[in-house]
């Protein structure tokens, strides 16, 4: 196995992600495979008891510096700018706010996803529209965020949650 780690401490696997953190689109330059296997075996266990905080849905942008690039939502406030404290850094878009641009929230009560303006300069847009109180997202909604332009793409609503213990509530549905 081949480790790397980021600035923000994120330990993966560079063979399936290769230079940049799937936690936090860092590139990483430095690369630490040279740990020995007890310190590998070590550093499986912790992973493996590490919380896992379960995606809620994605924004994918399509159009943009970061073209083709997925971010995760989860449940909770998503606060989104270029900075690396962001729970979705957008990089190479100097017109994004580098601190709360926008935020999507994820509330697990009411299985709603809400558009946020953030506390930036920065204007949001949904659909065109700018974004200056909480928005419902629904399917396929285009959000606009300096030159970039994401889809939301929602797995719990409905039809979906995760449970208090990250168990599948699926509604009964026939297809």
């Not at 040279?34 to 809620?56: F, Q, T, W």
Request: aromatic share 8%; glycine share 10%; charged share 25%.
């Amino acid at each position: 196995m081949s480790f790397k780690r980021c600035k923000n401490g994120h330990l993966f696997e560079s063979r399936l992600h290769g230079n940049i953190c799937p936690y936090c689109h860092m590139v990483v330059e430095k690369e630490t495979d040279n740990l020995g296997s007890g310190v590998i075996n070590e550093l499986e266990a912790k992973l493996l008891y590490e919380e896992i905080d379960p995606v809620c849905g994605w924004l994918a942008c399509f159009e943009g510096p970061r073209q083709g690039q997925s971010y995760v939502l989860h449940e909770g406030k998503n606060f989104i700018g270029r900075s690396d404290d962001m729970d979705i850094r957008i990089l190479g878009d100097d017109k994004i706010s580098r601190r709360n641009h926008a935020v999507v929230a994820y509330d697990n009560k009411t299985r709603r996803f809400m558009l946020l303006p953030g506390d930036s300069n920065g204007i949001t847009y949904l659909g065109g529209t700018a974004v200056y109180t909480p928005t419902l997202l629904t399917d396929m909604s285009a959000i606009q965020l300096g030159r970039t332009k994401l889809i939301f793409r929602p797995l719990c609503g409905d039809n979906f949650v995760w449970t208090d213990d990250q168990e599948v509530d699926l509604a009964s549905s026939t297809g």
